[in-house]
């Protein structure tokens, strides 16, 4: 039996960015099973629901090329691109359904739902369809549109369906129905245009739509004449379907028959999660990898977003390795635990080790991501490869906990896990001078783990040294390294244990912090040289030290052919008033002829300021070998990267980032993005508005080019917030760059002046830290203000760790945003507040919670706490009754049956009303009798949506004259919160 079917694509307001635009018709039609495609001048068809066509939709009307390629825009969708002699009007948008009138064509919208979908009505809201302007530059005539229907190919007749306006001005233009379809005139100010689409008997459906455009009605004198070309014609924009029909897809048993009696609520369903089938694939250059994806949790039709990133391999260039996706969708329908995609290697004449690519999931629950997929070198026909041992799932080391903490003069043990491979494996292991100092405040280790086959847990100790000095609590970086590391480092705390007769710890006298960075972005070594590596520092000038690594780029510092000898963990120290040191990276020898390789270098365990920096390492041909095994690209490669590594802007602002660009000049062009620091750009207070992709172009000779960031204002007294600024998809020089935005205190309000340090007192109380309560609270969505306090000696600046931890909410399953920063304390300043955002998601769940912790200090009660976060839909839920019964309704008269809620009527709602299939004898929907209704309906019944706020709507039935009378029985839907009447029953004489 047929079961109903409801949905919509669009949205009945103008689109803000281009996410909501693409969530809201592409994603939407996917997700519903729908095709949307446009039909160009020239006949051909392009898929509108693909990556590529997809990645090139913008708002914009002058981004070159995306504004000529994009079918969307702010009203709606339409057709991509223009025609011959179309204006050249930059603030022109091509996105619309254009009618050409020098050739008499029309692009063309399809819009087609699956097969066994029988669509029955639909509402259809148009935007951009103008009536005749006074001005004569403008439109000279009423804007013409077009809609055909068809089913299973066929084009069905509209005169076979009832259409009814929705949103007519007092003086409409009449809707033309007939066999070719549906014509529309433009006749309001603002472009809008809705209609009906009703079906005449149940022997009726279409399943696909086809949007045109049609010359001009009633033109001026002037345009109707002119035997030039013309550049304007109709044209407008689809901005919204909501439709209603059936699934006549055959099914083995019969559906039973639904009566008025309240379909009880269905329990709440388990959610998808969604991972890679494996942690690793392998395939040979020139091959296609498949790549399975398996969902467990929920088995109802869902989807998740996949991606391939750049790792060793490269998706760009002139020789790139493989065919990058930057954004797909596997569908999985009811019961379906698996689906895939491919990924194609590409062939090249290069002999080369191994090369990697990184495969994502993203949008929706993901249980495990990233999986590494490894192209193997096959070498031209003459060479002799080197082989490749047969892959084992690695084993993958981190630190049981992310901080340990140790009284001087005790021991601690360190746990470190394992998850992955499970055979015989070791990871090595490291303690580096954070505060604390080898051998003065600890024993100093460095060591292997062996982990048996099947173990999972491994330890070691580190002990902590007595001392007669009374002293602030000291770190230890705890490192992993030799392996595959998922976290690292963790941070050991000595806590002072004071001399027996002495006082508590005094705490310091606060001095500046050194700041460490490279002093280059970029490095450059040969092969079988060696690199030396400069970092500076500013800021504090007392004696300091910090962290170095190097991290494999397209570089290996492993394997059986080396690229260079990688360091995992290393110290730099500065003496008292030293701003340089350096490191020294060794370049190593191989008979491979290849391009240059990248080292990531990078800072770590202190305060840095630019991190990492780049070392290319330069191919050294072996002797008698000519150093051109490709050929020499014709241009040299652009080299793009920030002017500055830092910005600045006030709240509400706008700040301009500057990109340059070194070494080719050919016109080119470079991705940036914006990423959350401890600013945001999502949530109900964002801090800023934030750009997942965008395109600096760059034409031949330009060295700079710039886009902005919107500072947003709040209401919030608060400290500075960072925004990190990223280029990618290129040849990029240094990358990060950092945006800082200051606070601007909201008009009334005095922001917190920084006291004049004061001499710190002789065995002053200990400067303590805790939070202003053990437990906060906040609605999913909303942004939870977190006090931490401190006490005792506040008279100098300090710091404290704030941090976020899992507890029944998970980061990785956005429920929250996860912290961990370090909070700064001005001199007399007694407490700071850290933002803490939640996540809103739709699955209506009980109350969960997150860890706060406080670290790397000394620490007063409570100094653990807990936020919960409230799901707000989770109570006063929304329940539907009907009104009293309406009176019989006279032959060829009207009445009016109401429907009802209550509980959370402060949000708005919808609930589908169902009609008892008639019996014999007994009157039908859409023939004996019409419900009227602005939302979309159906001969098996119709929604109704509900206004926040709004608790009553009524719907009238027309009695069709001289037809058939009696009794109309409803009920609601299923999936209702239903309250009592849960049915009603009309009565037509």
Known sequence: MATQI??????????????????????????????????AFDGVETNYTNPTAISNLTLATNENPKSWLSYGAPGGIGAASDYPGWFTDATKNRAELNHDPNTNKSQVLKVKWADNKDITSATIGLSGLLPKSSSAVNDQGNEVGLLKLFNNGAEVSASNFTITRVNAPATAKPIGVSSDGVTFTGDRADGNFTFQIQANSTSVAFDELRFSAKPYDSPTAAYATSTSIKSDSSDYLVRSIQYQGLDVTPTPTPTPTPTPTPTPTPTATTPSIFQFAQPNYTVAEGGVATINVTRTGGTEAASINYATLDGSASSAGTAPDYTGTAAGLLNFAAGQTTASFTVTALSDLIVESPETVNLVLFGGNVGSSPSILTINDVPPNGTTPTPTPTATTPSIFQFAQPNYTVAEGGPVTINVTRTGGTAAASINYATVDGSASSPADYTGTAGTLNFAAGVTTASFTVTALTDSILESAETVNLVLFGGNVASNPSILTINDVPPTGTGTTPAPTATTPSIFQFAQPNYTVAEGGVATINVTRTGGTAAGSINYSTLDGSASSTGSAPDYTGTSAGVLNFAAGQTTASFTVTALTDSILESPETVNLVLFGGNVGSSPSILTINDVPPTGTTPTPTPTPATTPSIFQFAQPNYTVAEGGVATINVTRTGGTAAGSINYSTLDGSASSTGSAPDYTGTSAGVLNFAAGQTTASFTVTALTDSILESPETVNLVLFGGNVGSSPSILTINDVP???????????????????????????AANYSVNEGSTAPITINRSGNVTAPSVILFSTGDGSAQATA???????????????????????????????????????????????????????????????????????????????????????????????????????????????????????????????????????????????????????????????????NIGNPPSTAITLI
């Open 6 to 39: 409801t949905g919509s694509l669009g949205t009945s307001t103008n689109y803000s960015s281009i996410s909501d635009l693409i969530a809201k018709w592409p994603t939407a039609a996917q997700n519903q099973g729908i095709q949307l495609s446009g039909i």
């Open 746 to 772: 909201p008009t009334g309000t005095t922001p917190t002046p920084t006291p004049t340090p004061t001499p710190t007192a002789t065995a002053p109380a200990p400067t303590t830290y805790f939070f202003s």
């Open 814 to 976: 956005a429920d929250y945003v996860s912290v961990a920063q370090t909070i700064n304390f001005a001199a007399g300043q007694t407490s700071v507040q850290v933002p803490v955002q939640t996540l809103f998601d739709s699955l209506t769940e009980p109350t969960e919670t997150v860890g706060l912790f406080l670290s790397g200090g000394s620490l007063a009660s409570p100094s653990l706490a807990v936020l919960s976060i409230i799901d707000p839909t989770a109570v006063a839920p929304t329940s539907f009754y009907y009104g009293s019964s309406p009176d019989p309704i006279a032959d060829g008269g009207s009445g009016t049956f109401t429907i009802n809620r209550t509980g959370n009527t402060s949000v708005s709602a919808s609930v589908d009303y169902l009609i008892v299939p008639p019996g014999p004898g007994q009157p039908t929907n859409t023939i004996d009798y019409t419900i009227m209704s602005p939302f979309p309906t159906s001969f098996t019944g119709g929604t109704v949506n509900f206004n926040p706020g709004q608790t009553s709507v009524s719907l009238m039935i027309n009695n069709t004259p001289g037809l058939t009378g009696g009794g109309v029985s409803l009920g609601f839907g299923p999936g209702a």
